[in-house]
């Protein structure tokens, strides 16, 4: 059975992090007017395979399942350049969940799978800002970047925890040419948020923060189902309990070969975010997110009442 070792995973996401700080803090940070540390959380949704809405999924807001979401927590730092752009990178922690229980969709629920998995994740972004309101106290911006992230779906069976990529749900250890998918995988993060000031200093930032991924085994489905007899040959009965957890209720909808997941399309999810900012030190009047009315500057010897 292959193991997971939890502290490299973490260290290596954290590697990621610093890496893509370090980046952000190349020759190019020199011209940055000011620089924001962040911290917050918010809650985390899956879009995948599992649940969802009625009708055959898309992996998109339309298969939003409310009863599984979870949470996300996440830390990071901001580098401003003027007023209308910022680079950004960030931790996240978050736990994805999916269950067929939740779907009035007749296949689906008759499916009966489900899973769950903490994700760590690191993020290199662009930030642009697009609007300011109330005298500059409030800022609506668009980001993307992309991120990388570690995975590890599990599922409860009879009041056990397992990691379902040990078992190879889908014939991963006994069809010829398919190996057991990677627990990491690249994230293209991608959202909007919207910034209020408490001080000069210091603001909230509220976000919608999409992810595309480039893995379909988020949720340990994808592809068909296995061959139930081949499965515990190779990977023990257990493995073929985990696989084809069906109610019956659907004629031959977990037969050999037929559609498990929807492989035609990667999974996805997304964090509503709420996060305390603070810009530090000296360089707070320079930020790109400002507190007030605008000081005018002078053309020519005369005052300018715009401001660009």
């Not at 879009?47 to 979870?70: E, F, H, V, Y």
Request: net charge positive.
């Amino acid at each position: 059975m292959l193991k997971i070792n939890k502290k490299s995973k973490v260290k290596t996401t954290l590697k990621m992090c610093i890496s893509m700080l370090v980046l952000l803090a190349s020759p190019i940070a020199v011209k940055a007017q000011s620089v924001d540390l962040f911290f917050g959380g918010g809650t985390a949704s899956f879009l995948g395979d599992l649940g969802g809405k009625p009708t055959l999924g898309t992996n998109d807001a339309q298969d939003l399942d409310i009863l599984s979401t979870r949470y996300g927590v996440t830390a990071g730092a901001r580098i401003n350049f003027g007023k209308y752009f910022a680079l950004r990178s960030q931790l996240w922690y978050a736990r994805l969940s999916a269950n067929d229980k939740y779907t009035v969709n007749r296949e689906r629920r008759d499916r009966n799978l489900s899973f769950f998995t903490n994700i760590f994740e690191a993020d290199a972004l662009a930030e642009i800002n697009i609007k300011r309101f109330n005298k500059g106290a409030g800022l609506l911006y668009v980001f993307g970047g992309i991120g990388y992230f570690r995975f590890n779906p599990k599922t409860r069976m009879n009041g056990k925890v397992y990691e379902l990529r040990d078992y190879g749900t889908e014939g991963q250890f006994y069809i010829p040419g398919k190996s057991p998918y990677s627990l990491s995988s690249i994230a293209f993060p991608s959202g909007i948020g919207y910034k209020m000031a408490l001080s000069k200093g210091s603001y909230l930032a509220f976000e919608l923060n999409m992810r595309k991924t480039k893995t379909d085994y988020i949720d340990d489905v994808s592809g068909f189902f296995a061959d139930p007899v081949k499965l515990a040959e190779m990977k023990g009965p257990v493995a073929a309990q985990l696989a084809d957890r069906s109610n019956g209720t659907v004629p031959n909808l977990s037969s050999t070969g037929s559609i498990r997941g929807h492989y035609w399309n990667n999974d996805s999810y997304f964090f509503l975010s709420i996060t305390y900012n603070t810009t530090l030190g000296a360089s707070k009047r320079s930020s790109s997110f400002k507190v007030g009315r605008p000081r005018r500057g002078n053309i020519n010897g005369k005052r300018k009442c715009f401001e660009f």
